[in-house]
């Protein structure tokens, strides 16, 4: 059954983090790129950090460069995604998704075929 779904999202102080999970069927793992994105109310959905599974090419956006980092686990065909320093602008829904795409993996939905339902994630004082 193809499915991917996220957890690890939840409340959390400006300054803090979170360590978001991405568990997806073996065959979804194996496609090509992983990627995470977020969508702010009212915002466009946008592109965080994406992960080649075949290999340890990685890519992501200018606003969380230095703060987010994403990893996999291969054997439990499981991406991360740590977020430190989170700050307010940081509150989005955060989905992650497959792409069939291999190599660089970019950061546009568009490129994405198979997407989890989403885990929510607050950065409030």
């Known amino acids: 059954q193809v499915q991917v779904v996220e957890s690890g999202g939840g409340s959390v102080q400006p300054g803090g983090s979170l360590r978001l999970s991405c568990s997806a069927s073996?065959?979804?793992?194996?496609?090509?790129?992983m990627g995470w994105f977020r969508q702010a109310p009212g915002k466009e959905r946008e592109g965080v950090a994406a992960?080649?599974?075949?290999?340890?090419?990685?890519n992501y956006a200018n606003s969380v460069k230095g703060r987010f980092l994403v990893s996999q686990d291969k054997p439990k065909n499981t991406v991360y995604l740590q977020m430190n320093n989170l700050g307010a602008d940081d509150t989005a829904m955060y989905y992650c998704?497959?792409?069939?795409?291999?190599?660089?993996?970019?950061?546009?939905?568009?490129?994405?075929?198979?997407w989890g339902q989403g885990t929510q994630v607050t950065v409030s004082s």
């Open positions: 998704a497959a792409s069939y795409i291999v190599g660089g993996c970019p950061l546009y939905s568009n490129e994405y075929h198979y």
């Open positions: 073996e065959y979804i793992f194996r496609m090509g790129c």
């Open positions: 992960i080649y599974t075949g290999g340890v090419t990685t």
